[in-house]
Nanobody, 125 residues
Framework: QVQLVESGGGLVQAGGSLRLSCAAS????????VGWFRQAPGEEREGVAA????????AYADSVKGRFTISRENAKNTVYLQMNSLKPEDTAVYYC??????????????????WGQGTQITVSS
């Protein structure tokens, strides 16, 4: 079992930045792929970014490439999502999720086993 807790959400003006953190329990966290997803009201859940077990491979949705950066510190059991140049359309509940694999980090939500409770990001225009 893995428990995930997101933090760092809030309200920010367009063009601003936020950093989300995903803290995980479990001594085997370093073997997990971690993904960040978001879901806006009335929309499907969207894969935003994902990172493999050692941080050597990352994947991003086209909508956030060049603006968001995913990273991890396995010694702290934490994955981060640095979000820059935020836009109103980035407004959503953001979730982190994990799956135990050494493979490529997917952006499909059905590939993940464990989910956090989510944190709200609101970007004002």
């Amino acid at each position: 079992q893995v428990q995930l807790v997101e933090s760092g959400g809030g309200l920010v003006q367009a063009g601003g930045s936020l950093r989300l953190s995903c803290a995980a329990s479990g001594r085997t966290f370093s073997t997990y792929v971690v993904g960040w997803f978001r879901q806006a009201p009335g929309e499907e859940r969207e894969g935003v970014a994902a990172i493999n077990w050692n941080g050597g491979i990352t994947a991003y949705a086209d909508s956030v490439k060049g603006r968001f950066t995913i990273s991890r510190e396995n010694a702290k059991n934490t994955v981060y999502l640095q979000m820059n140049s935020l836009k109103p359309e980035d407004t959503a509940v953001y979730y982190c999720a994990t799956v135990m694999t050494f493979g490529l980090p997917p952006l499909r939500s059905e590939a993940y086993d464990y989910w956090g409770q989510g944190t709200q990001i609101t970007v004002s225009s």
